[in-house]
Nanobody, 121 residues
């Protein structure tokens, strides 16, 4: 099983920055992709950004130009640098990975516990 632990959330003023980190651990053979989702009260969980092992990123339109996703493949970690934060970025952010634990197993999704990001004056 793959375990994901997020860190870096907190309270920040509009225009500020935060950097989220997610570390994957457990029996890991290969990670296909990692990403960040968020869910605000009354809204559906949405993809914020994702990145493949080869480094191909994908961003939600609402965060393009403000957020940057990156990985450290050797450490099985993914980061989300969030700049120019807005109140509408307030949400619980969840780390996600698509990985398999052995060479012959299937790729499966795993989720972290979530970290709160609050953007407010």
């Amino acid at each position: 099983q793959v375990r994901l632990v997020e860190s870096g959330g907190g309270l920040v003023q509009p225009g500020g920055s935060l950097r989220l980190s997610c570390a994957a651990s457990g029996s890991i053979f290969s990670i296909k992709a990692m990403g960040w989702y968020r869910q605000a009260p009354g809204k559906q969980r949405e993809l914020v950004a994702s990145i493949t092992r080869s480094g191909i990123p994908n961003y939600a339109d609402s965060v393009k130009g403000r957020f940057t996703i990156s990985t450290d493949n050797a450490k099985n970690t993914v980061h989300l640098q969030m700049n120019s934060l807005k109140p509408e970025d307030t949400a619980v952010y969840y780390c996600n990975t698509n990985a398999k634990t052995t060479a012959w197993s299937t790729f499966r999704d795993s989720w972290g516990q979530g970290t709160q990001v609050t953007v407010s004056s």
